[in-house]
C-alpha cells in the first residue's frame, strides 16, 4: 500500500455506498518550521507535523466533504460512512475503475528542510535580523520570518487513478520600518519557491533584509506622487500582482460558471490587447506555485488563459470541470486535508513580448514607473481594482526619475488589459500565498514589463 496504512478502494467503496458519480481520498503528512524574530529577538519557533486524510464524494454535481487525522483503515471507513449519509440515496451507483498508480519524481531538492538542523535555519533569520538593523540608523523595526513544509501526499480515486508525490517548500520574509520625524515608512522583501535550503546560496538571508531595507529608506525621502489619470510602466521588477488580482481570479472556473466573474461566458472573445497572452503553468520547475500534480491527482499543466487577447480556458477542478463538461486543467488546489479542492491559481502571467523594456520607458515624456505592487483588491463581479505601489518613481524624459510615495493604480481589468499597447521582452517573478474562501495556496506570479497609456494614480501631491 506504499505510503498508506489502509486500502483505499475499499474506503472508496464505502463512501459509494448510496451513490456518487465521482470519489477521491486525500491523504497528507506534513512536517512545518516556523520561525518569526521580531524586536531584535527569536519571538516564535514552532514546529509540527500533522498527518490526516479528507474523503469526498461528488453527487449530482454536489460535493460531499469529510475529514480526519485517524488514518486507520476502520478510523476512515467510519468517516467515508458519514459522507455517504449524506449523499441522495438512489443516486448513481460509483463503480472503481481499473488501477492506474503514479509517483511523481518530485523537484531535485539539495537541501531537505525536514533533516536540515533548527539551528540553521534560526542563523539564518539571525543574518537577516542583523544585517537590516546595521544598514540605517532611521530603522525602528525589523520582522523576519522563515516557514518550511515538507509535505507526503497520496490522491486515490474511484476512476482508479492512485497518485503519490512529495512536495517541499520553503518562503522567508524581511519587513523593515523606518522612521524620520513624523515620516514612517515600510520596506518588504519575500523569498520562496519549492525548493529546499538551497535556495539561500543564490539569494543569501542578507540580501532579502538589504532589499526590504533599501526599499523603506528609500521613501523617507519620496516626493508624494501626484494624482490623476497619467501613462504608467510596470515593470517586470513589480511582481505579477495586477495578473493576479485583475484577471487571474476572474478565469477560476467556480467563479466563472457562477456569473460572479467579468470574465464569465466569454469563451473566445476578445478580452485583452492582442499584445496580451496569459498563462497559468504549474510545470515550471521549482516555482511556489509549481507541483507534478494537482490536489486531486489530476496532471500539472500549462494553460493558455488569454492567447492574443481572445479568451481560450478557464482554469478547472474536477467539480467545474464536470459542470462544463470539459475536462480538469489541473487547478484543483487545497489548503491541506481539512478542506475541500477548489479552483485556484498556480503560476499565472503574463507572456513576455518583443519590446526592449528600456524602449518602454525611453518612450513616455512623464509617467509613473511602478518597480514593486504591494496589496491589491478586486472586485471579480466587475473587474475593477485598486493596488498601492510600495516602490515607485516618476518618469521624466523618457527616464526613470524620482522616487514617489503613496500612490495608487485603480482600473478596471478587462479595460486595462486591452489597453496595455508595449510589452516587454523580460520576465519577472514574484511570490505570495493565495487567499480564497478560507483557504491560503503557495503562487507565483510573473509579467514583462508593460505600458499602460492611461490610468488613475491615487496620490497626494499636486
Known sequence: MGLLGFDPFKVLREALKNGGEFADVYFEDTFNTSIVCEENRIEKVITGRDRGCGIRVISDLKTYYAYTNDVTERGLLEVASVVAMGVRKGGMAGDIGPVKKEIAPGFDIKKLPVISPLEEKIRLVNKANATAWKMDKRIRQVRVVYGDGTRRLAMVNSLGEWVEEDRVGVIFICNAVSQEGDNVQTGYEPLGGAMGLEIF????????????????????????????????????????????????????????????????GKLGESVASPLITVLDDATIPYKRGSFFHDDEGAPAEKTVLVENGVLKSYMYDRLSAMKAGCRSTGNGRRESYHHRPI???????????????????????????????????????????????????????????????????TGNGPEVLKGIDMVGSDLGFGIGTCGKDGQGVPVSDAQPTLRIPEIVVGGEGK
Open 343 to 409: 479552483p485556484r491559481m498556480t503560476n499565472t502571467m503574463i507572456a513576455p513580448g518583443n519590446t526592449d523594456p528600456k524602449e518602454i520607458i525611453k518612450s513616455l515624456d512623464r509617467g509613473l514607473f511602478v518597480r514593486k505592487m504591494g496589496g491589491g483588491q478586486v472586485n471579480t463581479v466587475n473587474g475593477d481594482f485598486v493596488f498601492e505601489v510600495s516602490e515607485g518613481y516618476l518618469i521624466e524624459g523618457g527616464e526613470i526619475g524620482p522616487p514617489v510615495r503613496g500612490a495608487t493604480l
Open 201 to 264: 546560496d543564490d539569494t543569501p538571508p542578507e540580501a532579502v533584509a538589504e532589499t526590504a531595507v533599501r526599499r523603506a529608506i528609500m521613501m523617507l525621502d519620496a516626493r508624494r506622487v501626484p494624482g490623476g489619470k497619467m501613462s504608467v510602466v510596470l515593470s517586470s521588477e513589480a511582481g505579477g500582482t495586477m495578473i493576479h488580482e485583475a484577471v487571474g481570479h476572474g478565469l477560476e472556473a467556480d467563479l466563472a460558471l457562477q456569473n460572479l466573474s467579468v470574465y464569465s
